[in-house]
């Protein structure tokens, strides 16, 4: 049987692969994907290569991973991982899919190789699209759920000494020399452990948008919004950054939507 892991979290990732191959060392393990953008591209480059099974992280570094299953149309059994809770994870079942609470447990993931194989057993010949999520639904449930979930918060360690800072107190994420700092609203700048790609899937994106590759700010800290020919933007920002930060041209029309909102 052959096996795709879409999952951005690299120790997770490994500790799956661990316990999958612990389950049947036969198995073939064909990639570890991190991306929406990097599992597109896969399926789109191994049309001959399919997995007969996918495990997948609903968060994934550049978006939701539902969002591989439209861009590929994809329709090879999937079993997602979460870190929702019990309440969110039978709400999702009721679609007929199984999903794995991180971090993943060994018996479980013995539980839901074992039914994907008595269902795949059991309804040989049947197209397997028909099992298929309702992507409506899944998504309803989705949003509902990370309105709690959104990080508030962030540990920061500062030499010795560990800080804890609210999402309130920042004003916006800058990526600069390929290290990740937040800026607070007094002017301290603290390096992160997280990239900005994550950071998007992490924060409300009522509160912080990502105007480009760059920055990612918060709605609080937008100054003035400076309009120049070509519908190019710049925004000042409080406090001011260390560079000029323009909205992307791809993502004008958003940010103007998100300003209004």
């Not at 692969?17 to 198995?27: G, Q, T, V, W």
């Not at 590929?72 to 870190?83: D, K, M």
């Not at 309804?123 to 699209?129: Q, R, T």
């Amino acid at each position: 049987m052959n096996v795709l892991i879409i999952e951005d979290e690299r120790l997770t990732a490994n500790r799956l692969e661990s316990l999958i191959r612990r389950y049947d060392p036969a198995i073939s393990v064909l990639a570890i994907l991190p991306s929406v953008e990097g599992a597109v591209a896969w399926f789109r480059q191994n049309t001959q290569t399919r997995p007969d099974l996918v495990f997948m992280d609903i968060h994934l570094e550049d978006g939701l991973g539902f969002r591989i299953i439209e861009q590929v149309q994809l329709t090879t059994p999937i079993i997602f991982t979460t870190a929702y809770d019990e309440y969110m994870i039978q709400a999702f079942k009721v679609n007929s899919i199984d999903y794995l609470l991180k971090p993943v447990n060994y018996d479980e993931l013995v539980a839901a190789i074992d039914k994907f194989k008595a269902l795949k057993q059991q309804f040989a010949g049947v197209s397997v699209a028909a099992t298929q999520p309702d992507m409506e639904i899944l998504m309803s449930f989705l949003g509902k759920a990370r309105e709690d979930t959104y990080k508030d918060r962030f540990m920061i360690t500062i030499g010795t000494k560990i800080r804890s800072i609210s999402t309130t107190e920042i004003a916006y994420f800058f990526l600069e020399e390929k290290m990740t700092f937040l800026v607070t609203r007094d002017n301290l700048t603290l390096p992160v452990d997280y990239p900005l790609d994550k950071l998007t899937t992490l924060l409300d994106p009522k509160l912080f948008f990502r105007v480009s590759r760059q920055f990612l700010i918060s709605l609080s800290s937008i100054q003035t919004v400076h309009a120049f020919s070509a519908g190019k933007l710049k925004v000042d920002l409080l406090p001011k950054a260390r560079h000029e930060v323009f909205v992307s041209g791809d993502r004008v029309a958003d940010f103007k939507e998100w300003l209004g909102k």
